[in-house]
């Protein structure tokens, strides 16, 4: 939480005998972003003030302020109640020298992303892809719900390291479960219409919920019922026939097969899948199938640069947006209202451009803007304002390419491991990324230089992925390898043109 939003106060009804001149010097003055303001973390002493203002000593004129001693606020302070009724800060009076501890509770989100990211690509490939996604909206229920009842910092950091531990476990699985289900067309209008912009919906929707309820434990306990209305599509929501294949279950394959066709009123052939086609059984594949391959280490080194690329470009670009607002709800509206249109063409696009071509291009957009947008005169504010709106629409794009890019690259039987992987890659460089911000206070253009130059090599190394436009999606690590294009090696590729021939 900014200053603007929260104001403390040194001397909350203090109950000494000062002049009017010594009430309104008793805050020092300090030195914030290059303005002089009162400082929100000390005072004078309140005993040497107290002599000095009934011996009749006049502050600045007979007395010189910088010399007096200075205390902490002993006597605690008043919050503004003009936009939140209460928060973390106010709760816990998380301000001056306990303010490290707010992005610390932010810390603890990404780290859960993180242990999520890893943890759920096993979980799912080994229970299956629908069973990890409730057993995610269940944890997320009731951690978010647990959050509100935190009596302590400590206990809230806690609960939101198993938030978005759940969150990004739920997102991943679904989207992989969504990824296998659906077809070729309509994939791609799941990840990006479905996934993304039904995200950017929920996102839009958060600014006017809290607009209401301005008290965090009551907003927190409401967000968290939000995920009961999602239990009943149990029923309804089918297990990955593909994820079964690769466990044996063949006739539980068949019979989500033949009733998505009745229910899409198509002839099921008596056989649907040929002994041929069947995969091999019981294998359980880890992270460190992922080493055994050359070709699988190249093009995973080269997804994860990808995905903490753009995650390091998009969080700073995010820090450098200018304040669209006073007010920080309109913020958040219109913060998400940019990604709309993004998600809206990246779905026309992905269903006839090429990968590799378009999430280059905008990784390049993005990366360019990176590079020019520090050197914008303070005096073009409309010019620095739509290059920053360009560059969000650069990287909501190569977000959302990358995203089923990366879905269509990997296998069935390493799919939720891969994802998992690029999404803690991804984690990795949202916590990169407020370090490198802070290399602008020796140089203010630094940050950008390295953020624009590290995304416009993984424009590069973007390239030597293979391309996956009208490919099947596939299913054992062999059929991945086939596709390889410029990741593999001499000996691999001869082994596929054998393959291949034969």
């Not at 990004?168 to 479905?194: C, D, N, P, Q, W």
């Not at 993304?196 to 409401?222: D, H, N, S």
């Not at 099921?268 to 002994?275: D, G, H, S």
């Not at 990324?433 to 590069?460: D, E, H, Q, R, W």
């Amino acid at each position: 939480m900014n200053k603007d939003q929260t104001t403390f106060l040194m001397w909350p009804e203090l109950n000494v005998n000062l002049t009017e001149e010594w009430r309104d010097a008793i805050i020092p003055f300090t030195i914030v972003d290059g303005e002089e303001v009162q400082s929100q973390c000390s005072r004078y002493k309140i005993d040497v003030v107290r002599n000095l203002s009934a011996q009749g000593y006049i502050p600045g004129r007979e007395v010189n302020l910088t010399t007096l001693e200075q205390e902490g606020c002993l006597d605690g302070w008043n919050y503004s109640k003009e936009i939140y009724q209460s928060t973390i800060v106010t709760e816990w009076d998380l301000v001056c020298d306990n303010q490290w501890k707010v992005p610390f509770a932010s810390s603890s989100l990404f780290v859960g992303y993180l242990i999520g990211s890893l943890v759920s690509g096993q979980l799912s490939d080994r229970f299956g892809r629908k069973k990890v996604v409730f057993m995610s909206l269940g944890v997320q229920c009731l951690s978010v719900l647990l959050q509100s009842f935190s009596h302590s910092w400590r206990m809230f950091c806690i609960m939101y390291l198993w938030v978005g531990a759940s969150q990004i476990s739920l997102y991943i699985s679904a989207f992989v479960l969504g990824t296998e289900v659906l077809s070729k067309t309509m994939r791609v209008l799941f990840t990006t219409l479905g996934a993304f912009l039904f995200y950017c919906i929920g996102y839009m929707t958060l600014p006017w919920i809290a607009y209401g309820i301005r008290e965090w434990r009551t907003l927190v306990a409401v967000l968290s019922t939000t995920s009961l209305i999602n239990f009943p599509l149990w029923w309804f929501i089918p297990e990955s026939p593909r994820w079964l294949m690769t466990q044996g279950r063949v006739k539980e394959a068949e019979a989500i097969v033949r009733e998505a066709a009745s229910k899409n009123k198509v002839q099921a052939p008596p056989v649907i899948f040929k002994e041929s086609e069947e995969l091999p059984l019981f294998k359980t594949y880890t992270m460190l199938d992922i080493l055994k391959s050359k070709n699988l280490r190249c093009i995973t080194l080269m997804c994860l640069l990808l995905w903490m690329a753009i995650n390091i470009g998009y969080f700073g670009l995010s820090l450098n947006t200018s304040n669209l607002s006073g007010n920080p709800f309109v913020n958040c509206f219109l913060s998400a209202t940019t990604e709309v249109p993004a998600y809206i063409v990246s779905t026309w696009l992905l269903k006839t451009c090429p990968r590799r071509v378009l999430l280059s291009l905008f990784l390049i957009i993005g990366g360019g803007v990176l590079l020019l947008i520090q050197f914008i005169p303070d005096t073009l504010h409309n010019v620095a304002l739509a290059l920053e709106m360009t560059g969000k629409f650069g990287f909501t794009m190569a977000f959302s390419i990358v995203y089923i890019y990366t879905a269509e690259i990997y296998p069935t039987v390493l799919r939720n491991i891969g994802m998992g992987m690029c999404s803690s890659a991804a984690r990795v460089g949202s916590i990169t990324a407020p370090y490198v911000i802070f290399l602008g206070t020796y140089n203010k253009v630094l940050p950008y230089i390295l953020m624009g130059s590290l995304t416009i090599a993984s424009s590069v190394v973007n390239l030597f992925l293979p391309e996956t436009l009208h490919k099947d999606l596939p299913e054992t690590v062999e059929q991945m390898q086939k596709c390889q294009g410029l990741c593999s090696g001499p000996k691999e590729e001869e082994m596929h043109n054998k393959c291949s021939n034969s």
